[in-house]
């Protein structure tokens, strides 16, 4: 059974960068879109971005266009975040599927159930 496991998490200033990485085990990432979501405390979990099986298409969540990148490998998965900003603290996951049931949860802000697997998370803390 495939399973996923989020690293790269931590402490980060204000305006600083971090880029955290998800590695599939038990099964290969080749065939599935890759979908980063986002927990912050005390609030609902919202989409970050998606890409593809392939990499040639990727979804972002508007509000992060421009400051967070998606990239993947055959078998592991980015999420390059750039000039963070502390209400970006959350827990990340990082979860596989298709494309489209990707890109609906980030489009409609639900149907979070429409991925497969899912990682456990790694906190990302953006303070001074």
């Known amino acids: 059974q495939l399973q996923l496991v989020e690293s790269g998490g931590g402490l980060v200033q204000p305006g600083g960068s971090l880029s955290l990485s998800c590695a599939a085990s038990?099964?290969?990432?080749?065939?599935?879109?890759i979908g980063w979501f986002r927990q912050a405390p005390g609030k609902e979990r919202e989409g970050v971005a998606c890409i593809s099986a392939t990499g040639a298409s990727t979804k972002y969540v508007d509000s992060l266009k421009g400051r967070f990148t998606i990239s993947r490998d055959n078998n592991k998965g980015y999420l390059h975040m750039n000039r963070l900003k502390p209400e970006d603290t959350a827990v990340y996951y990082c979860?596989?599927?298709?494309?489209?049931?990707?890109?609906?949860?980030?489009?409609?802000?639900?149907?979070?159930?429409?991925?497969?697997?899912w990682g456990k998370g790694a906190l990302v803390t953006v303070s001074s």
């Open positions: 979860a596989t599927g298709t494309f489209a049931s990707c890109a609906i949860a980030i489009a409609a802000n639900d149907y979070y159930d429409g991925m497969d697997y």
């Open positions: 038990g099964e290969s990432l080749e065939r599935d879109a």
